[in-house]
């Protein structure tokens, strides 16, 4: 079992992660690690902080001679803005954050001691742990992308482009997003929201290729692969919705139009020629591409705030209002690649078993030999 825990706030001295259950003997370049905390960074419309921060690694154990020795491996990234001591209270909580609920949950007099952990740098210490689960998979094959499809009224045109086309196309774009007029206009709806002192959401998609059948099981309700992606998903700050496949299109249309019917060659084996599905059926990966879509809200801070409730004074005050970004949807495209390999690194686990990563190498093999060959 692979999983991983992470600590650290916002403004403290690093973000801790630990994780547990990697193969031993896997290769871990620090350098690939560093350019998925990279790619967390980048985005039109992200804030200040981006260009104090210059997130790294520090492989603080579970490596020897940078190879998986089947021990935890706990990441440090170290905060360059480390001022959680010296920042003052926060009296005048943000709708749309964690703030209220948070200090009512835990008794608190001061929102700074929830959204200090609250916030979204969390997501460094989750992104740190996607990258091992990234290099993990890549042992086998699978690869993940994202990209961009809607920022506010902007929607993105993709059908038909390759996968290959759109991992090239997002990679060079500021918004993530692989129609390039479209990205011209969402980067104007930024900077238009920005002049208004508001903020924008949107949707990405996260695309998954070389996953072989079977991850996942319809036996039990909390071991369908499609349930834990959602709840990765949705665990990203910000996420209000987590489709797959069609999403909702799939209401309005008949079963003769939505369902994915089933082809055979003796060189392929048993396929698909469309991927309505989203590579997902009966809880379980068929084998096709997966697809998930997630829609972000727009950030709930803003530069021209919205009215609350003060906590001391019952009186109503316009709400705090910290360093934040106008648009962060391309990042959480990247937090979405990072989740989702998680718990695919966790399913091929699951299946194939592997103290070491010649074990599960070795399970892969023998499985994808029987599935060809049924």
């Known amino acids: 079992m692979l999983r991983y825990l992470t ?6 001295k690093c973000m801790l992660t630990i994780v547990d259950g990697m193969p031993a003997g896997l290769v871990i370049d620090r350098a690939k690690i560093d350019a998925e905390l990279s790619r967390r960074m980048q985005g039109y419309g ?31 990234v170290k905060n360059i803005d480390h001022s959680i001591d010296r920042l003052p209270a926060v009296l005048e909580p ?19 001691d929830v959204l200090e952990r609250a916030s979204a740098r ?11 689960a990234k290099i993990l ?26 996968f290959s086309q759109i991992a090239m196309k997002a990679e060079k774009s500021p918004v993530r997003c692989a129609d390039l007029a479209a990205a011209a206009l969402m980067i104007k709806e930024i900077d238009k929201a920005r002049s208004e002192g508001d903020t924008l959401g949107g949707i990405f998609k996260v695309l998954i290729k070389g996953v072989p059948p079977g991850l996942g099981s319809y036996a039990q309700w909390d071991r369908r692969i499609d ?39 003796r060189t392929k084996g048993f396929f698909r020629k469309t991927n309505n599905a989203g590579g997902i059926e009966g809880g379980m ?39 934040s970004d106008v648009c962060a ?28 990563i010649l074990e599960m190498r070795r399970n892969y093999k023998g499985y994808i030999e029987q599935v060809r060959k049924f």
């Open 227 to 265: 349930g834990i992606l959602a709840k990765a998903i949705m665990s990203i700050q910000a996420i209000k919705g987590v489709s797959f496949g069609m999403g909702f299109d799939v209401g309005s249309g008949r079963g003769s139009a939505v369902h994915d019917e089933i082809f055979y060659e």
């Open 7 to 12: 600590s650290g706030e916002s403004h403290g």
């Open 94 to 112: 943000r709708p749309g954050h964690a703030d209220l609920t948070g200090i009512l949950k835990h008794d608190l007099k001061d929102v700074r």
């Open 122 to 132: 969390d997501t460094v210490a989750r992104v740190a742990a996607g990258a091992l």
């Open 329 to 356: 949807v391309p990042a959480a495209a990247v937090i979405g690649e990072a989740v989702s390999a998680i718990e695919i690194a966790n399913a091929m686990l699951e299946k194939f078993g592997g103290d070491s």
């Open 285 to 323: 990966t068929n084998g096709e591409e997966i697809v998930i879509q997630a829609v972000m809200k727009p950030i709930s801070t803003l530069k021209k705030p919205l009215s609350t409730i003060g906590i001391r004074t019952k009186k109503r005050i316009l709400a705090s209002v910290e360093r």
């Open 46 to 76: 992200r804030g200040k902080r981006m260009k104090l921060e210059a997130d790294k690694v520090d492989i603080l154990s579970g490596l020897r001679k940078s190879k998986t020795i089947g021990s935890p491996i706990a990441i440090m």
């Open 137 to 162: 998979l890549g042992e086998f094959g699978i690869k993940i992308i994202s990209h961009v499809t809607t920022i506010g009224t902007v929607e993105a045109e993709t059908k038909g482009v390759e």
